[in-house]
């Protein structure tokens, strides 16, 4: 089941992104988020899109949102997509299901671009976003230090 996430559910966020944060190069934060910072970063988002997560048996599988791309208002219809999976819940389709709703609720917002960011290499994103019509737009190249490693960011659009 997919719902709008709140404010309870910041552990259990908390908890799926930091896997990522601490063991993968593809979220470029290097320390663990705190349930309290998680819980305001939820609530930042839903002051002007949504965050979904995926319920099954009362866990959350995973979430999605998309926060503002810039903060110059002439960027008002254009967003920056985010998607994570428990790490035991990839491979079943449920980022496809996330991201198809958020993608649905960001059109029926009137919204007009969405972006991704991927840290590359990273087969799976690619994969889900250009599934769903991303089109790769650029690469920056070793824009981030994670890990000892210089890490590539591709960007990926889909105009709605």
């Known amino acids: 089941m ?21 063991n993968t190069p593809v979220t470029f934060e290097e320390d663990a988020v705190t349930t309290e910072e998680m819980a305001g970063r939820i609530t930042e988002v839903q002051q002007s899109t949504n965050w979904f997560v995926e319920v099954e048996d009362g866990k959350i599988l995973g979430y999605a949102y998309a926060g503002k791309w810039k903060s110059r ?40 671009s969405v972006i991704g960011g991927i840290a590359l290499p990273n087969a799976a994103s690619v994969a889900l976003h250009e599934k769903l019509g991303f089109h790769k737009i650029g690469q920056f190249k070793e824009v981030g230090w994670k890990f000892e490693q210089w890490i590539d960011v591709g960007y990926w659009e889909l105009i709605l």
């Open 2 to 22: 997919i719902r709008p996430a709140t404010t309870a559910d910041a552990a259990a966020i908390a908890a799926i992104y930091n896997h990522y944060v601490i």
């Open 73 to 112: 208002c002439a960027y008002r219809y254009a967003v920056e997509s985010t998607v994570y999976l428990d790490k035991d819940a990839t491979g079943r389709g449920l980022g496809t299901r996330l991201y198809r709703t958020l993608i649905d609720d960001l059109r029926a917002r009137g919204l007009h």
